[in-house]
């Protein structure tokens, strides 16, 4: 099955800077990627995804690149602000549009604003 | 407004003592999921469902059952729970199998099995 691997699991920044958040997968037939955002005490949120088809993608402060053939992908923050604290989780999935599969989540990154 | 709800937040248990969490969405989303999240694992996949009466197992199905009798529930039963199922859970639900759709979240359910 999938496997993600998340980097690095707490990151601290300071407000303002740009944060970078690492994923790599293992199969090579995985074809989405989303980015889920937890804020303390609420459930994961969509922020952004990437198709295979696409190595990059862009909304407001955030953007994800994807490269397919060193199979990682990740998350770009820029002009970071408070409310970005918050744990993120990557995950990938093979998903072939005729079963299940389901998405395989990163462990997640812990990410700190500092003021 | 669209959501996915989940009861109760915060639950207390004893080991062996059957406990159900709900989840219900507002959404007439076909998908739906189960996750656990423990500290350094992630989210991992419990039990899903791509529709009403089919349910198949996720990566971790072990001491869980559930059911999709209408297509806004996705109950979680733990028959006999143990103390390795406390966890916070969350329920999450989509309109298309969730590798094309949005997953939506509920709030989460915090579990202690003593």
């Known amino acids: 099955g999938e496997n993600v691997e998340q980097h690095p699991s707490t990151l601290s920044v300071q407000e303002g800077d740009s944060a970078v958040i690492k994923c790599t997968y293992s199969?090579?037939?995985?074809?989405?990627f989303p980015w889920y955002k937890q804020e303390l005490g609420k459930g994961p949120q969509l922020i952004i995804d990437?198709?295979?088809?696409?190595g990059e993608k862009k909304d407001q402060r955030i953007a994800v690149t994807l490269n397919k053939t060193a199979k990682h992908f990740s998350l770009h923050i820029t002009e970071t602000q408070p409310e970005d604290s918050a744990v993120y989780f990557c995950?990938?999935?093979?998903?072939?549009?005729?079963?299940?599969?389901?998405?395989?989540f990163g462990k997640g990154t812990h990410l700190i604003i500092q003021p | 407004e669209a959501q996915v709800t989940q009861n109760p937040r915060y639950l207390i248990t004893v080991t062996g003592k059957k406990l159900t969490v709900t989840c219900s969405q507002n959404?007439?989303?076909?998908?739906m999921s189960w996750y656990r999240q423990d500290p350094g694992l992630g989210l991992r996949q419990i039990y899903y469902?791509?529709?009403?009466?089919?349910?198949d197992k996720g990566d971790v199905p072990e001491g869980y059952k559930v059911s999709r009798k209408e297509k806004r529930n996705f109950p979680l039963i733990l028959e006999s729970p143990s103390p390795n199922q406390t966890s916070l859970y969350f329920c999450?639900?989509?309109?298309?199998?969730?590798?094309?759709?949005?997953?939506?979240f509920g709030s989460g359910t915090q579990l202690s099995v003593l």
């Open positions: 990437i198709r295979s088809n696409v």
């Open positions: 999450a639900s989509s309109f298309e199998p969730q590798a094309l759709g949005k997953l939506f």
């Open positions: 199969d090579s037939a995985s074809n989405y």
């Open positions: 959404m007439n989303h076909e998908y």
């Open positions: 469902s791509m529709n009403v009466e089919v349910t």
């Open positions: 995950a990938a999935t093979p998903y072939s549009g005729g079963g299940a599969d389901g998405l395989t």
